[in-house]
């Protein structure tokens, strides 16, 4: 049973990395789950049925979230579309089940006064913190995800230009403006900035004390604790200060359009969600000033 599994989750995965271009934590989280469910049903993929779905979100429905069950389904139901593809089963079994019904999911955002003070609360007197207080501005100057600041080219900034080119998700690339903090920020930790430990890393930007790359868990670490000395008591992630630059941008006046390039996002609807605007908002300020609308008459 086991070696079924395995065999299946293996090329799975393949897909998965090579054919839909997925992150390897998306891979790795897609992989979980499914083998977490056949751990729980103990049938082959050719045979589970949507009874043992039911069955198994059933048992995860009181130490899960609504939002992690919908996570569960859609990962099984990728798994059964890709089966589905290559023949091994007729139809997906996760088409007989209905997604749990998801609130709004806004994360925490930040005034700009406790950016500020995040960002200065950092000790510059060494090498590192001077990397600390980099990731921090570009995080929130140029709405990074931390996997993109923690993967970033020195190469791929182009501080005289005042542009950062970005290799985001699904490997699709985007040009975000560099501001004057951030590009000062950035350019004192190069300066400071050891040297890598081997060639393969010379190129990367954010290295830790062992002179290889960064890793996300330690710039949630270095977040949270920057925080922490700030004196902002908020739960709070490096995805706040993404979320942070959008609503800003957005409160000030940005066009909604501009601030869904500079973030990556594909839809605009994803984009309205990050920065705390109902749908409502944007379609009335667009029906205000359209010609053939009588409001902008």
Excluded at 168 to 195: I, S
Excluded at 197 to 220: E, H, M, W
């Amino acid at each position: 049973m086991d070696g079924t599994i395995n065999k299946f989750l293996s090329d799975f995965s393949y897909y998965l990395k090579v054919e839909r271009n997925l992150s390897p934590n998306t891979v790795a989280a897609y992989s979980s789950d499914v083998r977490e469910f056949f751990a729980f049903c103990g049938k082959t993929p050719v045979d589970a049925a949507s009874e043992d779905l039911n069955a198994y979100l059933l048992s995860r429905s009181e130490d899960i979230s609504s939002r992690s069950q919908a996570r569960l389904l859609s990962s099984l139901r990728s798994f059964f579309d890709y089966l589905v593809l290559e023949g091994e089963r007729k139809d997906n079994p996760c088409d007989a089940i209905d997604s749990p019904k998801l609130s709004r999911y806004l994360p925490g955002v930040l005034s700009v006064e406790e950016v500020e003070a995040i960002i200065d609360s950092v000790d510059t007197r060494s090498w590192y913190g001077l990397r600390d207080r980099a990731i921090l501005e570009l995080l929130y100057g140029c709405g990074l995800r931390v996997s993109e600041a923690c993967s970033l080219h020195i190469s791929d900034v182009y501080v005289e230009d005042a542009f950062v080119r970005i290799i985001g998700k699904g490997n699709k690339q985007r040009l975000v403006p560099l501001g004057e903090c951030a590009a000062r920020a950035f350019c004192l930790y190069l300066d400071a900035r050891p040297q890598a430990a081997g060639p393969q890393y010379d190129d990367i930007v954010f290295l830790n004390r062992n002179g290889k790359p960064l890793s996300r868990i330690s710039v949630f670490k270095m977040v949270k604790e920057q925080a922490l000395l700030a004196g902002v008591r908020k739960e709070i992630s490096p995805h706040s200060f993404r979320h942070s630059f959008a609503t800003h941008l957005i409160e000030r006046g940005a066009d909604l359009r501009v601030v869904q390039e500079m973030l990556g996002h594909e839809s605009i609807l994803t984009t309205e969600i990050y920065t705390h605007i109902d749908s409502s908002t944007w379609q009335a300020a667009v029906l205000a000033h359209h010609p053939r609308s009588k409001a902008g008459q």
